[in-house]
């Protein structure tokens, strides 16, 4: 794709966080009484739709931020992708929080026709690059512990040892004093 393909993507982007601002900020001013449920499900849709609408967001910072060759812009869009992530982080709690460990999304995915597939949050490329080089001492330290404790991989076991059985410690006499 071009250049002016991922613009477009980081205009639209723009223009999707603008309106999902304006829509977050109305929905987290509403204050639910204590018996006031259908409310509490209308907030828990609206949530719900935040998220998928961050969701989608993300993904398409994600792939401009991967073909951004400019260095300003591209810290412009790490910064809005990580902007996003973390409110996607905070309404995944918060749904989390008020509705379970599990959240139905299967009304949200037929609205928005989506798939299961598409739910499926997007790890930067950069996250994984920035965390290369402590990946990498960790995978030396493990070795270097490895290698000190000499591991091994026991492949089967000698029938001699099956056959011996378990070895007799002998016990301590106690001595009186």
């Known amino acids: 794709m071009s250049s002016l393909t991922y613009e477009d993507y980081y205009q639209q982007a723009l223009e999707d966080l603008a309106f999902i601002w304006r829509e977050d900020v109305n929905v987290t001013k509403v204050r639910v009484a204590a018996g006031g ?3 509490y499900e209308q907030l828990l849709q609206y949530w719900v739709s935040l998220y998928i609408q961050y969701l989608r967001t993300a993904k398409r910072l994600t792939s401009v931020h991967d073909a951004q060759l400019q260095p300003q ?3 412009d ?7 996003c992530l973390g409110r996607m982080l905070e309404l995944r709690n918060l749904l989390t929080v008020n509705c379970g460990e599990f ?3 299967d009304d949200a995915m037929l609205d928005t026709k989506m798939i299961p597939d598409d739910l499926e949050v997007p790890i930067p490329r950069y996250f994984v690059e920035d965390a290369a080089s402590e990946l990498q001492e960790r995978r030396r330290q493990i070795a270097a512990l490895q290698a000190h404790y000499k591991e091994r991989r026991w492949t089967r076991l000698s029938p001699r040892l099956l056959l ?6 002998p016990t301590p006499k106690l001595v009186p004093a």
């Open 37 to 39: 449920r259908p409310r």
């Open 164 to 169: 011996r059985g378990p070895r007799r410690v």
């Open 73 to 75: 812009k591209r810290y």
């Open 103 to 105: 959240v139905k999304l």
């Open 77 to 83: 869009v790490r910064t809005l992708l990580d902007t």
